[in-house]
């Protein structure tokens, strides 16, 4: 399956391509943003189906109005000339015709494609959004928060009111059942919360993880809940994601005495996970892969390595050179592919956590190398 994404340049793009280059390997995907617009025919050509994320949200109320439109007509104009009929995938927003000029652009927008492709489209319509690499200032306030948060610093105003978020890895998922069950509308219901109690989160988890390393509990303290589990682990990614690459290396406290050394390498306020010790040979690298949800942490305590990441369906690259003498732990974030390479002389000792047991039905491990 030949499979475009609108938008793809940006925060719900983002995820939605990583998502397809994790659960469908084999499918073509191509990315139509802002810089190959003016491609889009092209891009087109031979395509099964289109998930249409390209929107409008910040311009004057008739550039957002019409604007949205114009992309949904752009599309249908451009699917005809290509000589196609695909499935269609709409990523609406719960604003749509709310009287907004946001809202009415958006409707408006999926009136033009179900009226062009009929049974053939779907009307995704997706509350707020959060997750990792959210822009703050311009995506969703959970963004801003978790740079507030990793920064230090307390919202001017915490105007509280009650809020849905739906992670943007569901939202993708959504968005690839619909291509592939078409027709009708569909709107998930995401997690309904507030936004007070969402900064409260983030606060307590940047105060656990980013003064000491523990990893904080996700199902809430101090009536401070969460609805459940995975959310809160949600949120913490994107905190994580937030604080990402400063937050690490996280340094490890060696306590030594005549019988030897200890050191602690997690320490979790919630569920304990899975810890595994493996040896590697000099040069050889373990690892290559990513996660889509999965924290795991890396701690070489014997030989020396290096660790490296590389950010899903980019070039950027992170390393670090480690040592067992002086002990650190380096969390993977999540959607960052990763390995170690064994460095020096002598055999590297490594200890990995996990904050789930490995399911080998649902393994959340994507093979891809960090680099080459």
């Known amino acids: 399956m030949k499979v475009v994404v609108t938008g793809a340049e940006g925060f719900l793009g983002w995820h939605t391509r990583v998502r397809l280059h994790a659960l469908s390997p084999d ?8 810089s190959n617009w003016a491609s889009l025919t092209t891009h087109l050509e031979g395509a099964d189906a289109v998930i249409h994320i390209a929107g409008i949200n910040r311009a004057t109320d008739a550039e957002v109005s019409q604007g949205n439109v114009a992309l949904a007509e752009e599309l249908v104009a451009a699917t005809r000339t290509a000589g196609i009929d695909p499935v269609v995938a709409y990523a609406n927003s719960t604003q749509a015709g709310n009287g907004t000029p946001y809202g009415l652009g958006k409707q408006a927008a999926a009136d033009v494609m179900r009226a062009a492709y009929g049974e053939r489209f779907t009307d995704v319509v997706l509350p707020n959004l959060f997750g990792e690499h959210g822009r703050p200032g311009y995506n969703s306030f959970v963004a801003t928060f978790a740079h507030d948060a990793v920064a230090g610093k307390r ?4 105007a509280d009111r ?7 890895q569901a939202a993708a998922q959504v968005l690839l059942d619909a291509i592939e069950s078409p027709g009708g509308r569909v709107e ?3 997690v309904e919360t507030t936004v007070a109690q969402v900064w409260n989160t983030f606060e307590r988890y940047a105060t656990t993880y980013l003064t000491t390393g523990d990893i904080p509990s996700f199902t809430g303290a101090g009536g401070d809940d ?3 589990a995975s959310f809160g682990r949600d949120l913490f990614n994107t905190l994580r994601a937030a604080a990402w690459p400063g937050s690490s290396p996280i340094s490890l406290v060696p306590r030594a005495d005549d019988r030897g050394r200890l050191v602690e390498t997690v320490r979790c306020h919630g569920a304990g996970g899975q810890t595994f010790v493996s040896t590697t040979k000099p040069g050889v690298t373990r690892g290559e892969h990513f996660h889509l949800r999965k924290i795991e942490r890396f701690a070489v305590v014997a030989g020396e390595a290096e660790i490296a990441l590389r950010r899903t369906l980019t070039d950027e690259v992170v390393a670090f ?3 067992g003498d002086e002990p650190v732990a380096i969390d993977m974030p999540t959607m960052w592919t990763h390995n170690i390479t064994a460095t020096g002389s002598g055999v590297v ?11 080998p039905d649902h393994p959340d491990t994507y093979w891809e190398k960090v680099r080459g």
């Open 321 to 323: 050179q480690v040592s």
């Open 226 to 228: 969460l609805m459940d």
């Open 27 to 34: 499918w073509t995907v191509v990315g139509v943003g802002r």
């Open 155 to 158: 919202p001017a105003q915490l």
């Open 188 to 190: 998930p219901a995401g």
């Open 349 to 359: 000792t490594t200890l990995f956590w996990t904050n789930e047991l490995f399911d």
């Open 162 to 168: 009650p809020i849905r978020l739906l992670h943007a």
